[in-house]
């Protein structure tokens, strides 16, 4: 049994329905860049004014398009009949540009709405960036977009160019070039400039806008966009602030497996994110955390504006690096030394020469070549040199990508040179950069790598820098393509309900900080170990514990208001003996005041060698919970040596987390020392970060220290704060949706075999594998609407996209069972997409040939309509195959209306959830 679903941007002819209805297949963002007529509200002749020159930019391009002038006093501006509302043109408006004052445009877009205008860009200012009447103001206007069905762009913004459909719906002078490159901004300023630049460069654009201060439309909605777009090929972007985390997320994730996502982030300085902040009257968030974040779904960060131009072609020419490494091949030693210099600066390495590739370089190099990396071949290489050095050096399997660096030297040919390089720029399987200095003399040479492919520059430090922009963007999308271990220590459900159980009863009674007691039973409930610990209220009691745990022990203050005990005297450690144990047992209870001193805890002292690591987490005002991993103990906050990450973890994102700190190399064993499991270490990272997820009245939880050794990891203290009481629904959200456990269930077959329903996650890829070996030809083609081949369907990347699912965007479910040898099988596999269309998704459901008929089709469709109704859907929709006609039959048994069109060669299924 399978069904098919429709494919995104395939829709059917205009049916002459009314403007604001939005045709299957067809985008809500399609109104910006490709309308059929537009009208200028604010229009105006006054020289030099907004609303001139954004009618005369539309009127003057390429568009060709109706263009509605709107301005209540005026019968005509710039020769075309004018109209004192957009509600007297007698045509309906597809998109809407405004220019009026702030306060008019919630009126303005009222009456847009009244006559089903699709989008409106908002390039007024005086919202939100002027304080808290702005924002109310600005509010209003979204008010009113919602009410009218239409999406707006802005407010506060440049506007918006489309040069392969000819929009110019800016006040920019001159319209930019048409390319391969969608460029966002939220500073108008910036733009211009960039337009300026890019005519000299000769640089064109798919797309080219200014978003102001995102009221509606925002970053996740033009990544999706553009990562449609087959004009699009890289996404270039200018971010003050980021608005929606989720949103943002979720798209990029999805479009960077197939563009790159180039980002320059203002604000990195505490100077500089109050200036953001003051532009855009928007948070601007940890710098650190959104790193992380960019990180997490694939998104390159640059530091410059150039930056971002040089990566989108370099990223567009050559191939990724498999790899740090660098070679530098060049004519003179100052150059590569800066190259060297900016590479190992960044976080590159410099690649060590092999034995077989220096023995292949001395046959062809002059005797004093450097014979070591730098390759220098000296001031006489003429091309010949060039070509066999760069040949032989990227042979070498220790080096993942080459630099050539040429200045003009009197016996050096940068013309034939550059020739010579030309049949090596697609041919190595390795990226290649180059660096002509100079002047006119390097000209022809720079044109002619660049023609071939090869991205060249003006100085080696910036190609340097560029091949490690290269790797950074390459190692965050493998985070993406690798598949984690499955896990296998996850808390259950039951579990879950008693950590939520202690936290109820901690709020019951007015309290926001767990004792270490609690806490510690909170991480043991999710599998984390812990060091025993014991509850003593008076003095002969803690003597009692400590004897029967076996000295030394350690006693702490235990509190239900000190968080950090260690500040106040609360920790003792290495107690001996009886004497010892009361002793510091008066010495925590007179450290603190009597309303602080709920007693003590006895816990034995540790002895395992191994390293004191933190585990935390914390809320950022904009992504939500994020977990902090690095070297722990007292020093923690000297030391700096951490990693954020946001959750939840799996195995793969936990490794990745834990090589971004220095402790790292530690944990992996150095000077003779074993190494920690470190598979241990990964499966407690993901329990704890799936804590943090499930439990949103957490607002602070720290282990510290965790101590971690070759003999175990133990969390040996733990502070856990909850958030003030407030309405549950505005408890900060993860940015990134968590596993929705919630869609778990357990069913039988027919013949009583039972199996769980419950959504993919990422470790399920080995399952798909084993699944798509068991599906027939006829199968195959149902779902796909094609054939495909299994090694196509069970390709690494394409299972990595099907398993490690956005579930904000979409949620699929397998039924699985376990067998007899007790390996578990996939019989099934059901998949929610949402569509553009606000509350439409479409689904589809493949079954296993061999469980065809056993009821599971109904069961799984019925489970994907729940699931439709309890994520918000209004419509499921479906385009099934007209010879699947047992597909059409259990479609039409639950309650889908079936849609047919003469000569169409689907049927189309749908159902109104609400």
Known sequence: MAITTSKLGAGKPNSGKPSSVIEPGEHPLDVFFSPRNIAVVGATESAGSV????????????????????????????????????????????????????????????????????????????????????????????????????????????????????????????????????????????????????????????????????????????????????????????????????????????????????????????????????????????????????????????????????????????????????????????????ATDALIVTGGEIAEIGEETLAALNEVLPAQWSHGNPIDILGDGGPDRYAKALEIAAKDPNSDGLLVVLTPQAMTDPTQTAEKLKPYAHSLNKPVLAAWMGGPEVAAGTDILSRAGIPTFLYPDTAARAFLYMWRYTYNLNGLYETPHMPEDEAGGEDRLAVANLIKEVRANGRTLLTEFESKKVLSLYGIPTVETRIATAIEEAVSHAEEIGYPIVLKLFSETITHKTDVGGVKLNLAGPDAVRKAFEAIRAGVAAEHFQGVTVQPMVKLEGYELILGSSVDPQFGPVLLFGLGGQLVEVFKDRALALPPLNTTLARRMMEQTKIYKALKGVRGRKSVDLAQLEQLMVNFSQLVVQHRWIKEIDINPMLAGPDGILALDARVVLHEDMDEKLLPRPAIRPYPVQYTWKWNLKDGTPVTIRPIRPEDEPLLVKFHETLSDRSVYLRYLHMLKLSQRVAHERLTRICFIDYAREIALVMEKTGDDGERHVLAVGRLQRLPSEGEAEFALLVSDEYQGKGIGPEMLNRLIDVGRREGLKLLTADILSDNSAMQRLCARIGFKLHREIGDPTVRAEMELL
């Open 51 to 338: 609303g001139r020159t954004t009618l005369w930019n539309l009127i003057s391009s390429p568009f060709g398009g109706t263009v509605f002038p709107i301005n209540p006093k005026r019968k005509s501006i710039l020769g075309i009949r004018a109209y004192k509302s957009i509600l007297d043109v007698p045509e309906p408006v597809d998109l809407a540009v405004v220019v009026t004052p702030a306060p008019s445009v919630p009126g303005v877009i009222h009456e847009c709405g009244q006559v089903g205008v699709k989008g409106a860009i908002v390039i007024s200012a005086g919202f939100k960036e002027l304080g808290p009447e702005g924002l109310a103001l600005e509010q209003k206007v979204l008010q009113e977009a919602r009410a009218g069905g239409l999406r707006i762009i802005g407010p506060n913004c440049l506007g918006l160019m489309c040069p392969p459909t000819g929009v110019n719906a800016t006040f920019a002078r001159g319209m930019a070039s048409a390319g391969s490159v969608g460029f966002i901004s939220q500073s108008g300023a910036l733009c211009t400039a960039v337009l300026d630049w890019s005519f000299e460069s000769r640089v064109g654009f798919s797309a080219f806008l200014s978003i102001g201060s995102m009221v509606d439309v925002d970053w996740g909605d033009l990544i999706q966009y553009l990562g449609r777009d087959p004009r699009t090929r890289s996404i270039l972007i200018y971010m003050e602030s980021i608005g929606d985390a989720r949103s943002f997320l979720s798209a990029a994730r999805e479009v960077a497996l197939s563009k790159p996502i180039i980002v320059i982030k203002a604000g990195r300085t505490a100077a500089g994110g109050k200036a953001a902040a003051s532009h855009t009257g928007a948070l601007t968030g940890s710098d650190d955390v959104l790193d992380a974040a960019f990180r997490r779904v694939g998104v390159l960060r640059v530091e410059r504006i150039s930056d971002l131009f040089y990566m989108a072609e370099v990223l567009g020419k050559q191939p990724r690096p498999k790899g740090p490494r660098l070679t530098i091949l060049t004519n003179a030693g100052g150059p590569a030394v800066l």
